[in-house]
């Protein structure tokens, strides 16, 4: 099959299981496609056994290996996804809540990585599991990140304060690179490819991959602006902005930068001042409306392959039981590092509980999560920490995304009425 082929079969199935949750269990569009596309993967997982002549789940893993999530959303999609979020931030305010966003970003998600990895290393031996201490920094690394796509997505129906609002998509939106980074350093020295990293040497990659990141995506902001400056042709923007989003991530990536952080700080150049200088009012309602549909298509698409993804992890009692332990715990770093990154500093005293709660229990993951563990090499390590990743992804998309507007009614009181379930 063609990639033309491939990708019209998952807008067929997008559309039907979208239809059937339309017609069934009417939850927002990505969470109902997850949880339909989950549900037909344990049904094909459970009959599998049953037909000892075929193998089921061989014709949707082919089509997902064809496919390759890691790949298709870490050099693809997440260029548009996090471009889609970046381009309609409250830059004015965001840059209010600076020190906020970069001790998030940066010091939280250390700490993430720091306080998951601890006990997980402790815990998986009283499960039978043994994981090296640089596999738990592995998996620490892949859940720091939040979502961008569905925390975004969740922060236009909120109604937070706009503070708030800007700490949360501004975290999101920069916290991928920097767990990326984690990610990139650890996984050669997990698999021996590098003998040791030292402070300096991830120090240095840090500032390559992140800072240097961010400075060109600046540059190549700045660059589409001064061409676009003048242009009246919404096509022209249009096509303006796409080549801005793929062509920042491809070049940062070429040149060992941070693509993630690259795409965001180009993305946030359309939407400062400069920004609204150079894009006309009508063609950036244009802009915005075609990057809304890109967003809302590519998210559908993302869920749906995370919920067919369940076909790839190998059912096991040790790793189910490390997964319902790392839920919970996962909810306990998230707050950990909420707290001693930036609460005690940057917020005011009566806003801090209220606060904590809500980027502590906002704190989606997503596709990023899981296509760093499905990027793991293969083995028995791969197998046992993909299905505590998976879980604890599904869990906060569907448990924590769903009951997010009871959380935020629950602490703003004085807020209009939300929507039960923000979509993802």
């Known amino acids: 099959m063609n990639s033309l082929g491939l990708f019209a079969l998952l807008l067929a199935v997008a559309t039907l299981l979208g239809i059937i949750n339309y017609r069934t269990l009417r939850l927002p569009l990505a969470i109902g496609i997850l949880l339909i596309s989950m549900v037909i993967s344990l049904i094909v997982m459970l009959l599998n056994p049953l037909f000892p002549g075929y193998d089921l789940q061989q014709v949707p893993q082919n089509l997902l290996g064809t496919i390759n999530l890691p790949r298709t959303l870490l050099d693809g999609a997440l260029s548009f996804l996090l471009f889609a979020g970046a381009m309609q931030v409250d830059l004015g305010m965001l840059v209010s809540r600076g020190k906020s966003v970069a001790a998030l970003a940066i010091v939280g998600t250390s700490l993430a990585v720091a306080l998951m990895a601890v006990p997980v290393w402790f815990i998986f031996p009283v499960f039978g599991l043994s994981v090296p201490f640089s596999w738990c920094v592995l998996l620490g690394a892949m859940l720091a990140p939040t979502d961008p796509v569905s925390v975004v997505g969740m922060l236009r129906r909120l109604g937070l304060p706009p503070a708030l609002q800007a700490t949360f998509a501004g975290e999101s939106l920069f916290n991928d690179g920097v767990g990326v980074v984690f990610y990139g350093t650890m996984i050669g020295l997990a698999t021996g490819d590098i003998a040791s990293v030292s402070a300096s040497d991830f120090v240095l990659r840090f500032l390559v991959e992140a800072v240097g990141g961010g400075l060109f995506g600046a540059f190549t902001g700045w660059l589409a602006l001064l061409l676009l400056r003048g242009v009246e042709d919404a096509q022209i923007d249009l096509l303006g902005s796409l080549a801005l989003a793929a062509g920042t991530y491809s070049l940062a990536n070429g040149l060992h930068m941070s ?33 809304n549909l890109i967003d809302e298509i ?32 996962s909810v306990l770093v998230r707050g950990a590092s909420v707290f001693l990154s930036t609460i005690p500093v940057h917020l005011q005293p009566g806003e801090r509980g209220r606060a904590l709660g809500l980027l502590t229990w906002g704190g989606l993951r997503g596709g990023i999560s899981v296509a760093l563990a499905l990027g793991l090499p293969a083995g028995e390590l791969r197998d046992t920490l993909l299905p505590v990743c998976y ?25 209009p009425s939300i929507d039960e379930a923000p979509p993802a």
């Open 391 to 415: 879980g604890v992804v599904v869990f906060t998309i569907i448990v924590q995304g769903l009951t997010m507007g009871r959380v935020v009614r629950w602490l703003y009181p004085e807020k």
């Open 298 to 329: 590519l998210n559908a698409l993302l869920f749906l392959l995370i919920g067919f993804e369940l076909l790839e992890i190998r059912p096991h009692l040790a790793p189910f039981l490390m997964m319902l332990v790392a839920i919970p715990l």
């Open 259 to 291: 693509g993630p952080i690259a795409v965001v700080v180009a993305g946030m150049s359309l939407a400062s001042k400069a920004g609204h200088r150079a894009i006309t009012q009508k063609s950036r309602e244009e802009m915005v409306g075609f990057w």
